[in-house]
Nanobody, 124 residues
């Protein structure tokens, strides 16, 4: 069974940076589609970045392109999200997702395994 544990969330000022981590366990060789999602209070969960962890191909939400970078360390079974130039509108609970049916997808319905989330708060 795949388990995901996120960490790295914090409170920062606008313009700051954070790196989120997602430690994964229980993967099989077919578990190659992973992503980061976020959910702000009162809003639906939205995809932020996704990738094929073997090929390294990634996809980003338009509003984070050029600021966020998704990456992985296969030796550590860890997925990362480097977030730079953070804005107040980036404030949300951030979730790691795995076992995607379509690599690169930013659709919540394409993933069936989720972590518990880590909170990111950006103040102006």
């Amino acid at each position: 069974q795949v388990q995901l544990v996120e960490s790295g969330g914090d409170s920062v000022q606008a313009g700051g940076s954070l790196r989120l981590s997602c430690a994964a366990s229980g993967f099989t060789e077919n578990d190659v589609c992973m992503a980061w999602f976020r959910q702000a209070p009162g809003k639906e969960r939205e995809g932020v970045a996704a990738m094929h962890i073997r090929l390294g191909v990634s996809n980003y939400r338009a509003s984070v392109k050029g600021r966020f970078t998704i990456s992985q360390d296969n030796a550590k079974n860890t997925l990362y999200l480097q977030m730079n130039s953070l804005k107040p509108e980036d404030t949300a609970m951030y979730y790691c997702a795995a076992r995607g049916s379509l690599c690169g997808s930013l659709q919540e319905s394409d993933y069936n395994t989720w972590g518990q989330g880590t909170q990111v708060t950006v103040s102006s």
